[in-house]
């Protein structure tokens, strides 16, 4: 029952439509291999539902928790709002600042498993000529991009393309912008498409 | 036993009837589909997607007394982009959009046959749809080859005008999207042209005469493909300085009356640069550098069509009978 309750809190905040209490069952629960397996898994379901780009299923929280328990910062400040905690009632005073932490870092392992989708989606989204290039390109295969991380996509992506075509890159910087221009101009226009050379020939300005 | 048997003919006959019901019906629409574009006054708002870019414009057409077909396109976010088009003819341009070429070439409209669309394309009726808060009708574009994507559109029930053109790929994602949002008919265009103010460009927009155009030059090559797809025919072909100036720069457009490709080819002597091959959103871009004794060329094929399509016209360049000239 509970399990079946944490799966529904879980399907929930992928969906972002968690509450604040499913977001804390998940977050209390988020230690446990069976819980981090199943966000996984819907991850990994959601990209596919979504047609996107491979979804890497790296964990990084272990290496944010111990990143976290390294900061000396972080560890003096939870252990002073254990001290005021502490203060104020003394039946939590044990649990609270582990707790704190592991919330912090479970909270930042989350976002860093849901950040990779997103800014994938964004890197796509402003990058879209080297990612879409590197997509169809036999050389990238999906296996190696499936290990590129979050804010390494794009630099990650864009290296070997810079590497492949370092030589053509000027001829490139220069011709291709004019040469979609001049496509999208050219272009007749036909009954079934008043408005989209335009706009076509419109979104290629300023690029 | 009887009724069954019945029923399996009336199911048959429903099938049939209604299959070759569905390929008339979207002959039809196509049909009010091209009267309406001479017609049909209109004004609305749009959206532009594609991988990389998202934008928003609005649309102002009217035929004027002369029964011309007046347009107006202004995008409204970012830079305004502006254009104004007159019975066909680009008349001005903001800044930003027009260059160097002639815009006499700017959008050259092309007539629809839908005779000839249907031996490339498969067109079917997909059913109610709805979009801009109107009825619309969803027509299927299927190629029936690999060497063109499929299109979707919404025609307005009312006006047979398109009000969504869906760009797919071969495995049905979407490449491309125009879709009205907001969406006003001219119920009686003669009405409407004494009752309405004609539509007028703003300042920014250059008329065509301030815009430098460029003449052709001298076609002193014989650079060529041996092969297009078929169904693609040449509509349009220029030999001009490039926009620097360094190179002469042959371009040539083909299209199947849906979809366009265009071809430059230009000499790299100079430059040190490799074949490559990029998908732009709907676009697809493969550059091949091909050398013969004389002169290094980079032939650049560009459009909106399956890659692989691109990369075999791009491979059937080849120097005309004379082996260059320099």
């Not at chain 1, 309750?5 to 998940?26: G, I, K, T, Y």
């Not at chain 1, 030589?167 to 272009?187: D, F, I, K």
């Not at chain 2, 697809?284 to 050398?291: D, N």
Request: glycine content about 6%.
């Amino acid at each position: 029952m509970n399990q079946q309750v944490l799966q529904q809190s879980l399907s929930a905040l992928m969906d972002n439509e968690a509450d604040e209490l499913e977001l804390r069952r998940v977050l209390k629960a988020s230690d446990e291999p069976e819980v981090r397996a199943a966000w996984t898994r819907y991850q990994v379901a959601r990209t596919a539902m979504h047609n996107e780009t491979a979804f890497a299923s790296v964990d990084l929280s272990a290496r944010i928790m111990a990143a976290i328990d390294a900061e000396p910062a972080l560890s003096a400040a939870a252990s002073t709002s254990g001290a005021a905690i502490e203060s104020v009632g003394t039946h939590k005073t044990r649990s609270m600042p582990w707790l704190g932490r592991v919330a912090v870092a479970a909270s930042v392992t989350l976002a860093v498993l849901g950040g990779v989708r997103f800014y994938n989606q964004d890197a796509v989204q402003q990058d879209a000529l080297v990612v879409q290039s590197e997509q169809r390109l036999p050389a990238a295969s999906p296996a190696q991009s499936s290990v590129v991380l979050a804010s390494y996509n794009a630099q990650g992506q864009s290296a070997p393309m810079a590497e492949v075509t370092s030589g053509s890159n000027l001829w490139y910087e220069r011709r291709l912008p004019s040469y979609l221009r001049q496509h999208a101009q050219q272009s007749s226009v036909n009954k079934t498409e008043v408005g989209l050379p335009y706009a076509r020939a419109a979104s290629l300005e300023g690029q | 036993m009887r009724l069954t048997a019945r029923c399996s003919v009336f199911f048959l006959w429903a099938a049939l009837g209604s299959s070759a019901y569905a390929a008339q019906s979207a002959n039809q629409w196509l049909q009010r589909l091209h009267v309406a574009q001479d017609t049909q006054g209109y004004q609305g708002a749009f959206v532009y997607e594609r991988k990389g870019a998202f934008s928003t414009h609005q649309i102002w057409r009217q035929i004027n007394a002369e029964k011309q077909v007046v347009e107006r396109f202004l995008q409204l976010n970012g830079p305004a982009h502006e254009v104004m088009r007159i019975d066909g003819h680009v008349t001005c341009m903001s800044g930003a959009i027009a260059n160097a070429l002639s815009l006499a070439d700017v959008w050259p409209v092309q007539s629809f046959d839908v005779q000839q669309l249907q031996k490339w394309y498969e067109i079917r009726e997909l059913g109610e749809s709805r979009v801009a808060g109107r009825n619309t009708v969803a027509l299927l574009f299927a190629p029936r080859d690999q060497h063109r994507y499929p299109l979707e559109l919404h025609l307005d029930e009312v006006t047979a005008i398109p009000l969504k053109t869906l760009l797919l790929n071969e495995h049905g994602e979407l490449l491309e999207r125009f879709q009205f949002v907001q969406f006003n008919a001219d119920r009686d265009n003669n009405l409407r042209v004494s009752t309405t103010p004609s539509i007028a460009p703003s300042a920014d927009c250059q008329t065509v005469s301030a815009i430098s155009s460029m003449s052709d030059i001298e076609l002193d090559v014989d650079w060529t493909v041996s092969w297009v797809p078929p169904g693609f025919t040449l509509i349009n072909s220029h030999y001009r300085p490039s926009e620097d100036g360094v190179n002469n720069v042959l371009s040539q457009v083909y299209s199947d009356g849906l979809a366009h490709f265009s071809i430059f080819f230009e000499r790299v002597d100079d430059y040190d640069v490799e074949s490559g091959r990029r998908q732009l959103g709907p676009t697809a871009v493969v550059s091949r550098r091909v050398v013969n004794d004389t002169q290094q060329v980079m032939v650049t094929v560009l459009g909106e069509i399956p890659i692989g399509t691109a990369e075999r016209v791009a491979l059937s360049m080849q120097f005309g009978s004379g082996d260059g000239d320099d």
